[in-house]
């Protein structure tokens, strides 16, 4: 392996590095997408719409929904063509080696299927990147496109770097060879979305686009930050970001899917201070421990939404209990 893509490890780098692993490692624990099927194909339609809208497609997440559900939508025939394809290589993802030409070429045919006329093919012209009047970025020529896709792909499959940081580095160096006509963006992102599920198998229903769609400002600017300083590292922050709150929102998301009434109300009476049992039944009106124990107190500390302030002694007489941040955003959000 001779190529070394250039960036640099950074505090903030390792600091996002560890929380999304804490993080996956909560997932991972409490099996949490696999048991909510809908969530999972929800969160894949958010992925597909927010990659899309990226790239100027208008289609909302409710069109992009009937799209995908064989209904008719009223909309420009080229937009649902993107989603008919994105749809088609998100659901073939798994099929895929991220380290594999061919397959990238294939995954661009389909994505690209009816739209450029290069689809499943490397670009035989130059290309220039502007945004506005601007020309931001002037790709490689084309006859080093296989060479500089190629070396890439080889760094990938052998390097001993975080899957984190590699797939994001990945990602900003897809970008800067730029190799197809069109599609670079979502082939960009969809790779990146590859190369994390290979790694921890969440990553495929994580919708991580939908996040880069609402920071798109920040998702250009760390492009050309990191163009500017002639290395990844400002992308591979703003990725990492994107990354975690994604992870985040989804948590946050399959447990307010999950409270039940009984929760709600345990929550409702809990501000940002902590409360014993006793305290709490009293708020609650409840005098039947158990009721209170299996119903409310148990329910909220396996989603996660209140903690224990002595956890290593969970029947000690200080015990108490508070809200988390999830538990506060859950809170926020009725």
């Given at each position: 392996?001779?190529?070394?893509?250039?960036?640099?490890?950074?505090?903030?780098?390792?600091?996002?590095?560890?929380?999304?692993?804490?993080?996956?490692?909560?997932?991972?624990?409490?099996?949490?997408?696999?048991?909510?099927?809908?969530?999972?194909?929800?969160?894949?339609i958010?992925?597909?719409?927010?990659?899309?809208?990226?790239?100027?497609?208008?289609?909302?997440?409710?069109?992009?929904?009937?799209?995908?559900?064989?209904?008719?939508?009223?909309?420009?025939?080229?937009?649902?063509?993107?989603?008919?394809n994105?749809?088609?290589?998100?659901?073939?993802?798994?099929?895929?080696?991220?380290?594999?030409?061919?397959?990238m070429?294939n995954?661009?045919?389909?994505?690209?299927?009816?739209?450029?006329?290069?689809?499943?093919?490397?670009?035989?012209?130059?290309?220039?990147?502007?945004?506005?009047?601007?020309?931001?970025h002037?790709?490689?020529?084309?006859?080093?496109?296989?060479?500089?896709?190629?070396?890439?792909?080889?760094?990938?499959?052998?390097?001993?770097?975080?899957?984190?940081?590699?797939?994001?580095?990945?990602?900003?160096?897809?970008?800067?060879?730029?190799?197809?006509?069109?599609?670079?963006?979502?082939?960009?992102?969809?790779?990146?979305?590859?190369?994390?599920?290979?790694?921890?198998?969440?990553f495929?229903?994580?919708?991580?686009?939908?996040?880069?769609?609402?920071?798109?400002?920040?998702?250009?600017?760390?492009?050309?930050?990191?163009?500017?300083?002639?290395?990844?590292?400002?992308?591979?922050?703003?990725?990492?970001?994107?990354?975690?709150?994604?992870?985040?929102?989804?948590?946050?998301?399959?447990?307010?899917?999950?409270?039940?009434?009984?929760?709600?109300?345990?929550?409702?009476?809990?501000?940002?201070?902590?409360?014993?049992?006793?305290?709490?039944?009293?708020?609650?009106?409840?005098v039947?421990?158990?009721?209170?124990?299996?119903?409310?107190?148990?329910?909220?500390?396996?989603?996660?939404?209140?903690?224990?302030?002595?956890?290593?002694?969970?029947?000690?007489?200080?015990?108490?209990?508070?809200?988390?941040?999830?538990?506060?955003?859950?809170?926020?959000?009725?």
């Open positions: 392996m001779t190529y070394e893509p250039p960036f640099k490890i950074t505090h903030e780098i390792l600091s996002l590095v560890e929380k999304i692993g804490e993080q996956i490692g909560s997932f991972n624990a409490m099996d949490k997408l696999s048991s909510v099927p809908k969530l999972r194909r929800a969160n894949r958010k992925t597909i719409q927010g990659s899309l809208a990226i790239e100027g497609n208008t289609l909302d997440l409710q069109q992009v929904t009937a799209v995908v559900n064989g209904k008719k939508v009223l909309g420009q025939p080229r937009e649902i063509q993107e989603v008919l994105a749809f088609t290589v998100y659901e073939k993802l798994t099929q895929y080696s991220p380290y594999s030409i061919d397959n070429l995954a661009h045919e389909i994505l690209m299927s009816s739209l450029v006329e290069e689809s499943g093919t490397f670009r035989s012209k130059g290309v220039g990147i502007m945004r506005g009047n601007d020309l931001i002037v790709a490689p020529p084309t006859d080093k496109i296989s060479f500089l896709i190629n070396d890439l792909l080889e760094w990938l499959k052998n390097t001993d770097i975080h899957p984190l940081v590699a797939s994001s580095v990945f990602h900003y160096e897809f970008e800067f060879i730029h190799p197809f006509q069109d599609g670079n963006g979502r082939m960009g992102r969809l790779w990146q979305t590859l190369l994390l599920m290979k790694w921890q198998p969440i495929e229903y994580l919708p991580v686009e939908q996040v880069v769609r609402e920071r798109q400002k920040d998702y250009y600017a760390a492009l050309s930050c990191s163009d500017n300083s002639s290395d990844s590292t400002y992308f591979i922050e703003f990725m990492l970001q994107a990354i975690l709150q994604a992870i985040l929102e989804v948590d946050t998301e399959q447990v307010t899917e999950q409270v039940t009434e009984q929760v709600k109300r345990l929550l409702s009476v809990m501000d940002d201070i902590s409360y014993s049992g006793k305290e709490l039944m009293v708020k609650l009106g409840i039947h421990r158990p009721t209170f124990f299996y119903s409310y107190l148990r329910p909220a500390l396996d989603a996660g939404i209140i903690e224990m302030t002595v956890p290593d002694k969970p029947r000690s007489s200080l015990q108490r209990y508070r809200l988390t941040s999830k538990g506060l955003h859950v809170k926020s959000d009725d």
